[in-house]
């Protein structure tokens, strides 16, 4: 399975972005997916994940009421909606896939594949 991430960039505190996971390789709709960060000198944290019907989801406590994690399974892409964005969620995020319906993960070892992070930074 290959992903891209995508929709990172530069933005004050207060903004929005809305981050874009295109897979391909496998069809989206059969299995659990989630977004990690990592910031300099950090372990790469988990963010959010989503069941793979996209009926429920898990946020971190950091991002609870900000982000919103989605999916479009027709599409083959996972999403992430930032709002209220902070400097402290200046960080790489990267998307995950796993080959389970297993639900719901936090762990990075708990997902098979990944994209390759798309840079988020949030100025004060």
């Known amino acids: 399975v290959q992903l891209q991430a995508s929709g990172g960039g530069l933005v004050q505190a207060g903004g929005s972005l809305r981050l874009s996971c295109a897979v391909s390789g496998r069809t989206l709709s059969s299995y659990t997916m989630g977004w990690f960060r990592q910031a300099p000198g950090k372990e790469r944290e988990f963010v959010a994940t989503i069941r793979w019907s996209g009926a429920s989801a898990y946020y971190a406590d950091s991002v609870k009421g900000r982000f919103t994690i989605s999916r479009d399974n027709a599409k083959n892409t996972l999403y992430l909606q930032m709002n209220s964005l902070k400097p402290e969620d200046t960080a790489v995020y990267y998307c995950?896939?796993?080959?389970?319906?297993?639900?719901?993960?936090?762990?990075?070892?708990?997902?098979?594949?990944w994209g390759r992070g798309t840079q988020v930074t949030v100025s004060s």
């Open positions: 995950a896939f796993t080959y389970y319906r297993d639900y719901p993960k936090f762990k990075p070892d708990e997902y098979d594949d």
